[in-house]
């Protein structure tokens, strides 16, 4: 059997019902196989790498399964950089096939040949250049089984064109060939011990719920920990989703552009419970008085996070989900009623708000959107202003319902998330909220919700510059608005008509909640091109490297 057909059985044995694909020259051949023999998967043919690669990742995120793009060779091979870099720093499972250029030929500055292996080995969980077809299905497996344990990431497969057509007998192996690689599969027994006993002694106890527990679909196990013992829980940007019975243990995003109470329950805990988070710098602030009334314990599926930008109390290496099915066969631990009521004072008295005024506030639309979109929406973000007010402004009541690009912190990522979570999750209603800057990066994406017939609600809100940066040349740079004002947009509405998609222009806040309600209500997919107060800044705001404590809300 030819190794390109080798692949396309190894995709069928790993159950890949869906291929983020564009093809080239040095994978033609696969494309040929997949023509012929792999009729049960779904090729998705995005207009750029770089959407493919993040349609791949909405999907995975979405789905909980693993994102699998093919592209050739050269520039389609450096065009998924950003895409695969965006999943590395989110921990998301993707395998992404490459083509390569004829083995003799790598080295000698072929036609579109390019070092893939050696470009993206910073952002990769593993990558692999495959030399011979023998080993084509045996890293197959290895690639997705690295891809989907212990703490999920992007593996890359490189597969010259030559192996491509070499031929051998297909066997694919049952277990992967990896004898040094062994996740937990569970934490140890006397360090959940311990944490019981710190939660019985507790009196303070809060829970952060990072973006780790979406991974490990544990979102509802996390709920049930937090209503059965009466544990307050903040989330952090990816963390989005757990969402407690009794709403006065919600108390929603913490760090930089959290709110004034989820911070102050971090500052003010005696004991803090971190569930898959990297503790990064966005919710620390200062990390020399970060939580520093509090023990902290640091629950990961990678050592390697534990103790790496904070000094905890109680490391414990494994699986979320492990551990929170030990923590809950407990029967009770502690009265902490007297500091829930304290958070729940805190909250009334600094509630999140924004001032209400005759220009359009992108607040305020989120808040529409939340009211007249299906509670089981899932919201592809941009990154930006955009992206603080849907975490900030748009409640979620389930895991793998907000899809962002949170450590990389990539523009142009919402549109191609959204499309793959709406092939992932059909029956869905998918949003997409972009801002003017961040749609334009892969607007081209529109052709393909077209092509492909998705519901895709697609919500730009226009302030006619880079907000998040001008925000901040407000703040440090004294007004010198150098380089973010983009007042020469084009018109969204006539470019998503362009390629197929309907679309409504919002200005006025007389007309918000009635465009909302049929914007939200509308069949297949639409574009809302919403012009909103360019000077809106997104507060409370924490400034980097402050203490928590220190807030500005207003600017």
Request: charged letters at 20%; hydrophobic letters at 40%; glycine letters at 10%.
């Amino acid at each position: 059997m030819k190794g390109a057909r080798i692949l396309v059985e190894a995709l069928k044995k790993e159950g890949v019902d869906t291929l983020f694909c564009y093809n080239g020259g040095a994978v033609i051949s696969i494309f040929d196989e997949l023509y012929t023999h792999g009729k049960e998967i779904n090729l998705i043919q995005p207009r750029h790498e770089q959407g493919g690669t993040h349609a791949a990742d909405g999907y995975a995120r979405s789905t909980g399964k693993a994102g699998v793009v093919l592209v050739t060779s050269g520039p389609g091979a450096t065009n998924t950089v950003t895409g695969i870099a965006t999943a590395y720093m989110d921990s998301v499972p993707l395998v992404v096939f490459t083509g390569q250029v004829s083995t003799g030929m790598i080295g000698t500055d072929a036609f579109q040949e390019a070092d893939t292996v050696g470009i993206t080995m910073p952002i990769t969980k593993a990558n692999f250049l495959v030399k011979n077809v023998d080993e084509l299905a045996p890293t197959v497996k290895k690639a997705f089984h690295l891809a989907t344990t212990g703490r999920p990431g992007p593996v890359v497969v490189d597969i010259p064109k030559d192996v491509q057509m070499d031929e051998t007998e297909f066997v694919y192996p049952l277990t992967p060939d990896l004898p040094g690689y062994r996740p937990k599969d569970s934490g140890h027994p006397r360090q959940v011990k311990t944490l019981k006993k710190y939660l019985h002694e507790a009196r303070k106890p809060v829970v952060i719920s990072g973006g780790g527990v979406n991974s490990a679909g544990a979102t509802e196990l996390m709920n049930e920990f937090c209503d059965r013992y009466g544990i307050p829980v903040v989330t952090t940007l990816l963390g989005h989703g757990v969402s407690p019975q009794h709403e006065e243990l919600n108390y929603g995003p913490i760090g930089m552009h959290g709110g004034l109470y989820g911070n102050y329950a971090l500052q003010n805990c005696d004991l803090l419970m971190a569930f898959g988070t990297r503790f990064s710098d966005r919710i620390m602030g200062d990390p020399d008085v970060f939580a520093e009334q509090a023990r902290i314990v640091h629950v990961d599926i990678d050592a390697a996070e534990i103790g790496k930008n904070v000094s905890v109390d109680l490391p414990i290496v494994g699986p979320i989900s492990g551990v929170l099915e030990e923590l809950n066969r407990e029967e009770s631990y502690g009265d902490y009623s007297e500091w829930v009521e304290e958070l729940r004072t805190y909250r009334d008295k600094n509630p999140l708000e924004f001032e209400q005024s005759e220009v359009l506030k992108p607040q305020y639309l989120i808040q529409l959107a939340q009211k007249y979109f299906p509670e089981n929406t899932i919201v592809a973000s941009d990154v930006g202003q955009n992206q603080m007010w849907v975490a900030q402004y748009f409640h979620f009541h389930r895991g793998r319902r907000l899809l962002t690009s949170g450590g990389l912190g990539t523009m142009g990522y919402g549109l191609p998330a959204a499309i793959g979570a709406a092939v992932g999750n059909p029956d869905a209603q998918v949003l997409t909220v972009s801002g003017d800057g961040g749609f334009q990066m892969n607007m081209q994406e529109m052709a393909t919700v077209k092509q492909y017939g998705l519901k895709v609600k697609i919500l730009v809100l226009d302030n006619s510059c880079l907000g998040m940066v001008r925000q901040w040349q407000q703040l440090l740079f004294d007004k010198r608005y150098s380089g973010t004002c983009m007042n020469d947009n084009p018109d969204f509405g006539l470019m998503a008509k362009a390629m197929g998609i309907p679309s409504m222009k919002l200005e006025k806040v007389s007309e918000a909640e009635q465009t909302m309600k049929a914007f939200a209500e509308s069949e297949g997919s639409m574009l809302l091109h919403a012009v909103i107060e360019g000077e809106e800044n997104v507060v409370p705001m924490v400034p980097a490297g402050k203490p928590l404590d220190q807030v500005i809300r207003k600017m």
